[in-house]
C-alpha cells in the first residue's frame, strides 16, 4: 500500500485497520493507549522509516513476483483502497492486492511484505509473525472483506545487504474463533474508550 495522503489518515481515525488490530492483544507493535491517543486525535499518525518507506517502493516488485508463481491469478489494486466491516463502522481494512482466480472466479487477496535479512533469520524463518501480528492482520482484513482465505507474501534478503530477490508465501485461511476474539476486544475498546474519551489503563507495549 502507497503513503497514506493526509485525508486517508483523518479517516483512519474512524476505525480500527488491519495493521492495528495487533495493538490490543500480547506481540502487537504498540499498546492500547497508544491506539487510543491515535484514534482520539492526541497523538500524531506515525510517518515511518526506513523499513517501511523501503516496503513503500518494493511493493510492486512484491506483487509482480507473486503474479509470476500464479499465471492463474488476475492480482488486481483495491478500488477504493479501504474496506468497512459490512456491520460494524469501527473495523476496516486496507488490502494489498485482491485474486480473481481465471478458472473458478473465485475472490481472494494477498498482504505483501518486504523483510530484512534479520527479520527474516529472527522471526519469519520460524514462522513467528506469521503466528502473531500479521497473523491477526490478515484475519481482520478477511474479516472487513469477507474472504475465506489470504496470502501472505514476501520479498526477503538472503544474505546481509543483499537484495530482495528471495520470495516466499503461505496461505492463511480464515479463522472464525479468531475473527471474534478480535471483534470482541476491538468492539468494547471503541465503545469503551475510543466513543468515551476515557483513556485504557494498560500502557504496556507488546513489542
Known amino acids: 500500500m502507497p503513503p497514506l495522503s493526509p485525508a486517508q489518515l ?10 492495528e488490530i495487533s495493538w490490543l492483544f500480547p506481540g502487537g ?24 518507506d523501503r516496503g513503500h ?3 510492486p516488485f512484491a506483487a ?19 474496506v468497512r466491516h459490512p456491520d460494524f463502522e469501527w473495523a476496516a481494512c486496507s488490502p494489498d492486492r485482491y485474486t480473481l482466480s481465471h478458472e473458478t472466479g473465485e475472490l481472494g487477496g ?10 527474516w533469520l529472527r522471526t519469519w524463518k520460524r514462522g513467528q509473525l506469521i503466528q502473531q501480528s500479521y497473523l491477526m492482520q490478515v484475519q481482520w482484513t478477511m474479516a472487513c472483506t469477507g474472504m475465506d482465505w489470504w496470502d501472505l507474501a514476501a520479498l526477503y534478503q538472503q544474505e546481509p545487504d543483499g537484495e530482495f530477490d528471495a520470495f516466499v508465501e503461505w496461505t492463511i485461511h480464515r479463522d472464525e474463533e479468531l475473527i471474534e476474539m478480535m471483534m470482541t476486544k476491538a468492539r468494547a475498546f471503541w465503545l469503551d474508550h475510543v466513543l468515551t474519551g476515557k483513556p485504557p489503563k494498560s500502557t504496556r507495549r507488546y513489542r
Open 10 to 19: 483523518l479517516e483512519r481515525r474512524s476505525f480500527i485497520g488491519a495493521s
Open 29 to 52: 507493535y504498540g499498546s492500547e493507549l497508544d491506539l487510543f491517543l491515535l484514534k482520539t486525535g492526541k497523538k500524531e499518525p506515525w510517518k515511518g522509516n526506513e523499513a517501511t
Open 110 to 119: 494477498v498482504e505483501l511484505k518486504t523483510v530484512s535479512f534479520w527479520m
Open 57 to 59: 517502493r518494493l511493493e
Open 64 to 82: 509482480a513476483r507473486y503474479q509470476i508463481a500464479h499465471p492463474g491469478l488476475d492480482v488486481i489494486v483495491p478500488d477504493p483502497p479501504t
